[in-house]
């Protein structure tokens, strides 16, 4: 494979999964196929250990299934250890367990404290409705593992101030747990050492400028400033025929209209591989 034979979606997937250690149990949301994929790009290589927990299924797994969409059972039911309502599993099972959890935050501070509210300082007449906290609040307050990523990385997220907290970073209210210890997005990858977001490792091709232009805030520079390390052959082949040959973890980079297109297109692919 040419070194340059990969995309970044499936950059930012090895950079989730190399963040991910063997045994521990981790937490996917929603609609995050780069999660997802990361999560189990892991268990293929170097954490074939893994608890997987999601509030898609309301379930717990110790083994992956193929990325899809109408057939996300075959991961989250399918394999399910156990399946339980989703107050239990969000307040009772998941902070016991401590999970490792990625979140893709709408706006982000310097602190790491980020806003999956809305856009705008009116609640009730916001300028954009975002997904919203689901149990946001709740397990970022007492969780040492939190791990933010970003898609698409610009002003619109990186911001000063956020218009609404959902998810609790460096803050000086919190009581419990730690903010986030790392952030991933499609330019570099990002730690909060001293409590404020600081650039570790840029993308290949991607120079500091650019992320600097790119951020709504000064970001901090590590002295041991890195380039993160392509995938390798085995990850893309891994990510591409085995984990998500549906091409789903692209999701997460595209607009509104390209993404309808893409998830037509997964769909069809789909239908076809389930026959």
């Known amino acids: 494979m040419n070194q340059n034979d990969w995309t970044i979606d499936e950059l930012i997937c090895v950079c989730i999964s190399r963040q991910v250690q063997d045994g521990e149990a981790v937490a996917q949301g929603i609609a995050t196929p780069l999660v997802a994929a990361g999560y189990l790009l892991a268990w293929h290589t170097h954490a074939p250990n893994l608890y997987f927990a999601s509030a898609i299924g309301q379930s717990i797994c110790r083994e992956g299934a193929p990325l899809g969409i109408a057939s996300i059972e075959a991961l989250w039911l399918d394999k399910a250890m156990d399946n339980l309502g989703f107050v239990e599993i969000a307040a009772d099972v998941l902070p016991r367990m401590r999970p490792k959890e990625f979140f893709r935050p709408g706006q982000v501070d310097p602190h790491g ?72 997005s499609n330019l570099g990858q990002f730690d909060f050492d001293s409590g404020h977001m600081r650039v570790t490792h840029l993308h290949p091709d991607v120079n500091l400028e650019r992320v600097q232009a790119k951020t709504g805030f000064e970001l901090e520079i590590s002295p041991d400033l890195k380039t993160t390390e392509p995938p390798t052959e085995e990850e893309v082949r891994l990510l591409r025929e085995e984990i998500d040959p549906l091409g789903l973890r692209k999701l997460e980079l595209l607009s509104g209209p390209e993404r309808r297109q893409a998830i037509r297109t997964a769909l069809e692919k789909e239908k076809e591989l389930l026959l």
């Open 113 to 184: 404290n980020f806003n999956n509210i809305a856009f705008g300082k009116d609640y009730r007449k916001p300028r954009l409705r975002l997904p919203g906290t689901g149990g946001i609040p709740d397990v970022t307050n007492i969780l040492d593992d939190v791990y933010l990523y970003v898609p698409r990385h610009s002003r619109v997220t990186f911001v000063k101030k956020l218009d609404f907290l959902s998810g609790m970073g460096h803050h000086p209210a919190r009581v419990k747990g730690n903010g986030p210890c790392y952030l991933v």
